[in-house]
């Protein structure tokens, strides 16, 4: 909340061709469930050894892995893409998945973070792969936790904050995520444009809100009240003040 029980007020501000342009962010978190074949022994083993020789994931980090020499063991592919798009064209989307970027991406649970100074002009459309783990997806501005389970599907404002967090806990502590506990997660991710009207209404998404700041920037960032954004990899609430500017450690 923000000043005497006012919400506070999440901007926006993302490329558009060589300008800002401003946005509210959405609140809406749309989550799902589609029916996805398990990866075969062989795949998993492929992506297990290339998370432990190239990517060396260390406790909150999510990285991409190679999708291109995924589909070359994934016979199942086209089949998680058709679930993920009969899924969007039910909540009316048609045709969006189709236009998004796609990547295979794993984390090892996630710190509390946004991705709007990077995406700002996305929201994302992500597709869990992996079992349960005992793991959500925890979204504390927009109020929701999804569990994690194989066939999971999420749409959301990429100014949206969240984590991958265990299930029901509230924070984000890296010994929870220790070398010898399988608690990877691998998924799909699509890039799909805000600007597609359809994308925007269905997250809630209002334009042009804060043109005169818009202006003054450049780059791309998302703004609470007026101010950067700061938030607290570990509890996932917003830093004002001097903590706003004191270093972030999560332990």
């Given at each position: 909340?923000s000043?005497?029980?006012?919400p506070?007020?999440?901007v926006?501000?993302?490329?558009?061709?060589?300008?800002?342009?401003?946005r509210?962010?959405?609140?809406?978190?749309?989550?799902?469930?589609?029916?996805?074949?398990v990866?075969?022994?062989?795949?998993?083993?492929?992506?297990?050894?290339?998370?432990?020789?190239?990517?060396?994931?260390?406790?909150?980090?999510?990285?991409?892995?190679?999708?291109?020499?995924?589909?070359?063991?994934?016979?199942?592919?086209?089949?998680?893409?058709?679930?993920?798009?009969?899924?969007?064209?039910?909540?009316?989307?048609?045709?969006?998945?189709?236009?998004?970027?796609?990547?295979?991406?794993?984390?090892?649970?996630?710190?509390?973070?946004?991705?709007g100074?990077?995406?700002?002009?996305?929201?994302?459309?992500?597709?869990?792969?992996?079992?349960?783990?005992?793991?959500?997806?925890?979204?504390?501005?927009?109020?929701?936790?999804?569990?994690?389970?194989?066939?999971?599907?999420?749409?959301?404002?990429?100014?949206?904050p969240?984590?991958?967090?265990?299930?029901?806990?509230?924070?984000?502590?890296?010994?929870?995520?220790?070398?010898?506990?399988?608690?990877?997660?691998l998924?799909?991710?699509?890039?799909?444009?805000?600007?597609?009207?359809?994308?925007?209404?269905?997250?809630?998404?209002?334009?042009d809100?804060?043109?005169?700041?818009?202006?003054?920037?450049?780059?791309e960032?998302v703004?609470?009240?007026?101010?950067?954004?700061?938030?607290?990899?570990?509890?996932?609430?917003?830093?004002?003040?001097?903590?706003?500017?004191?270093?972030?450690?999560?332990?």
């Amino acid at each position: 909340m923000s000043g005497a029980g006012r919400p506070a007020r999440l901007v926006s501000h993302f490329w558009r061709d060589d300008a800002l342009r401003s946005r509210s962010v959405g609140d809406v978190v749309l989550a799902g469930q589609v029916d996805v074949p398990v990866p075969s022994a062989r795949l998993t083993a492929d992506w297990a050894r290339e998370i432990a020789t190239h990517l060396a994931l260390e406790p909150g980090d999510v990285e991409a892995l190679s999708l291109a020499r995924a589909r070359r063991r994934w016979p199942d592919y086209a089949r998680c893409v058709q679930a993920v798009a009969d899924w969007t064209c039910a909540l009316g989307l048609p045709g969006v998945l189709a236009a998004g970027e796609v990547a295979l991406m794993a984390c090892r649970g996630a710190r509390y973070h946004h991705d709007g100074a990077q995406y700002g002009g996305a929201a994302f459309c992500n597709l869990f792969l992996s079992e349960d783990k005992g793991l959500d997806v925890h979204f504390p501005v927009a109020g929701r936790r999804i569990p994690l389970t194989r066939g999971t599907v999420l749409l959301f404002d990429t100014g949206q904050p969240h984590a991958v967090v265990p299930r029901g806990r509230s924070d984000f502590d890296a010994t929870d995520f220790a070398a010898d506990v399988d608690c990877a997660q691998l998924f799909l991710t699509w890039e799909l444009s805000i600007e597609e009207a359809t994308v925007a209404k269905a997250l809630g998404v209002v334009f042009d809100v804060d043109t005169s700041t818009a202006s003054t920037l450049d780059a791309e960032q998302v703004r609470l009240d007026g101010a950067p954004a700061v938030l607290c990899p570990a509890t996932g609430r917003w830093l004002v003040g001097d903590a706003a500017t004191a270093p972030n450690r999560v332990s």
